[in-house]
């Protein structure tokens, strides 16, 4: 049985960790162009700042906390014996980082034998920081306001009313599919937002700057934080009907409007 840990201590230790490896991508920024490498296509890309990120979060964590287990999505793996797990995102929103995009983020996630209890998801090129505690709440800090502020959602009243984030795979088929879907899905509601970073997605429905989100393919460290961010602000975090979370379909949707898009997704997504 693992040791008793505090949420809110992993959480600190997220949220300090998240701040020093912003200050690394905002240092090494210019030199984004210099080193870059693809993985699963050629438009999946990866820096060498992505990778110096990822090297510097796990040594802060694991720094701290020894015995913990670590999962980043540049390739670090560890399993650590206390039951804890990192599960981190160096630069989630790579192709807007080094395009100079707005849209990317250091996430930060910690599991308690398997469960997430801890989120930080920090937004590089603004400041914003979303948190999370498992039964304690979401919240935003930002630099003009940086006492944070409980997150809720928004209500929306119908689908049509209902302002969508998503976000497209690497693959060209996969692309393909995503925009029929999306070419369905858009009379049907509002409007569609994509911004290119799946962390910030999902704290942007938990702070009311879109209605819901959703996307296929998700991996652990895209989501990891930004989910617990979003349940935290009241929002049904589930996958399609009779599917669990992120295999295949991340959802994040109010409750007043999640029986109708749930429904809609699943129809378009045989």
Known sequence: ??????????????????????????RERGSAASAVDVKSSPTDVVTAVDTASE??????????????????????????????????????????????????AVSIAAEVDGATVAGAVLDVPTGDLFTATAGGGAFLSTREVPEPVRLTGNRPESLGQTLVATGFGYRVEQRRAQGAVVAELLPEVRDIRRYGCASLDLCAAAAGRVDAYYELDLKPWDHAAGALVAAEAGLVVTGLPGRPFAEPMAVAVPATVAQPLLELLDRLHP
Request: hydrophobic share 45%; aromatic share 6%.
């Open 55 to 104: 090297r510097l979060i796990t040594w802060r964590l694991l720094e701290a906390r020894p015995d913990d287990g670590l999962l980043g999505e540049e390739g670090a793996d560890r399993a650590g014996t206390s039951g804890v797990r990192w599960v981190v995102d160096p630069i989630d929103g790579t192709v807007n980082f080094l395009y100079g995009l707005r849209g990317y």
């Open 1 to 26: 049985m693992s040791a008793p840990v505090s949420p809110a201590d992993l959480l600190d230790l997220a949220v300090s960790t998240a701040r020093e490896a912003a200050e690394l991508i905002v």
